[in-house]
Every structure is written in structure tokens, then in C-alpha cells.
Nanobody, 122 residues
Framework: QVQLVESGGGLVQAGGSLRLSCTASGRTFSTYYMGWFRQAPGKERGLVAFINWSTGFRGYADAVKGRFTISKDNAKNTVYLQMNSLKPEDTAVYYC???????????????WGQGTQVTVSS
């Protein structure tokens, strides 16, 4: 069984920083992509940032470009989201997402983490 385990959320003042981590635990064989989504109350879940596991290609939502940085540690099967210059509008539950295979005989499946709350006070 594969689990995406997130950590690093919390309460921070506007202008502050937080770093989120997400580790794919359990039986994993190949990871293709990992990313972060967020969902604020009353809003749809949307993509924040993603990273291609083999090439390292990164993409960001316009709202976070220049402030957030996604990175990875292949050996630890972990993705990070460094969030700087946080704004109250960044307040949301942040979810980790990944496409990976559990074995060489498995198909590629999509997984979600349980979510971690980020609250930015003004």
C-alpha cells in the first residue's frame, strides 16, 4: 500500500515562510511526477506546483510564481514546497499528489495525501 505522508503546515504571519514535505511511503517502484494542490474554504482544489521526477521540470501556478519553490529528493521519494512571502490568500489545505507505480508489473496510479493546513494571518 502506498501512502503520501505530508508535514510542515501551520500558522504563520504574512510575509513569513513555511516548508511542506511529502514522502511516498510503502511499496513504490517508479515515480513519474509529484505535485502540490491547495483548497481554500468554498473554493475548488487547484494546482500549486509540480515536478517531473526524471527530468526535474517544474511548473507553478501564476499566483505563487517567484514565491514558492518545489524540489525533490529522489532517494527519499520526497517532494518539498518552500513557501516564502506568504500572503493571507495562501491560506488553504495543501495536498500532495503523485503518479507512481508500486512494482514493475503495476500500472501507473494517482495518489493523494491527507492534506496539511496552512494558515497565513494578516
Amino acid at each position: 500500500q502506498v501512502q503520501l505522508v505530508e508535514s510542515g503546515g501551520g500558522l504563520v504571519q504574512a510575509g513569513g515562510s513555511l516548508r511542506l514535505s511529502c514522502t511516498a511511503s510503502g511499496r513504490t517502484f517508479s515515480t513519474y511526477y509529484m505535485g502540490w494542490f491547495r483548497q481554500a474554504p468554498g473554493k475548488e482544489r487547484g494546482l500549486v506546483a509540480f515536478i517531473n521526477w526524471s527530468t526535474g521540470f517544474r511548473g507553478y501556478a501564476d499566483a505563487v510564481k517567484g514565491r514558492f519553490t518545489i524540489s525533490k529528493d529522489n532517494a527519499k521519494n520526497t517532494v518539498y514546497l518552500q513557501m516564502n512571502s506568504l500572503k493571507p490568500e495562501d491560506t488553504a489545505v495543501y495536498y500532495c499528489n503523485a503518479d507512481l507505480e508500486r512494482s514493475r508489473f503495476d500500472i501507473t496510479r494517482n495518489y493523494w495525501g491527507q492534506g496539511t493546513q496552512v494558515t497565513v494571518s494578516s
